[in-house]
């Protein structure tokens, strides 16, 4: 990681750190079909607090058409000390549970944020599970 990138990310980590909320964001294993039940279920791997970026997307990206509902939360972590959120992963804010939604664009469940070749920021749509 050269120096520039270095600055960057610990500028978002920084920046997130001071102004961000409190977030609990539990991570599971890949789900796995029972075949007995019909239904998928996924094991807790790990549970970590962390600090985020939470906001309400604007108008502007509603017009896109993400497909975006009442209540979605775009949720904004730095990536330095944080791997990248998977497709299974909930964040808890203020109480209420979100699950990533994988209708960003492109159709990526979590966008990636780079200074350099580097992650800065991972960017997540939220919906209240």
Same mark, same amino acid.
């Given at each position: ?5 270095d +600055? ?7 920046s997130?750190a ?8 539990? +991570?599971?294993? @890949?789900?796995?079909?029972?075949t ?9 791997? =790990? ?6 970026? $939470?906001? @309400?997307?604007? %108008?502007?990206?509603? +017009?896109?058409?993400?497909g975006?509902?009442s ?7 730095a ?5 990248k959120?998977? #497709?299974?992963d909930t964040? %808890?804010? =203020? &109480? @209420?549970?979100?699950?990533?939604v994988? $209708? ?10 780079f200074? &350099?070749e ?5 960017? #997540?749509?939220?919906r209240?599970?």
């Amino acid at each position: 990681m050269s120096a520039f990138e270095d +600055r960057i990310t610990a500028t978002a980590l920084k920046s997130i750190a001071k102004y961000g909320k409190t977030v609990i964001v539990k +991570r599971y294993a @890949d789900p796995v079909y029972d075949t007995a039940t019909g239904t998928y279920s996924a094991a807790l791997t =790990d549970t970590q607090t962390i600090k985020a970026l $939470v906001s @309400d997307f604007n %108008s502007a990206i509603n +017009r896109v058409g993400l497909g975006l509902k009442s209540g979605d939360k775009q949720i904004t972590v730095a990536a330095k000390n944080f791997s990248k959120p998977d #497709i299974a992963d909930t964040f %808890s804010v =203020d &109480g @209420d549970v979100y699950t990533i939604v994988p $209708v960003s664009e492109g159709g990526l469940e979590v966008q990636t944020v780079f200074a &350099g070749e580097v992650p800065a920021l991972y960017k #997540i749509h939220g919906r209240i599970s």
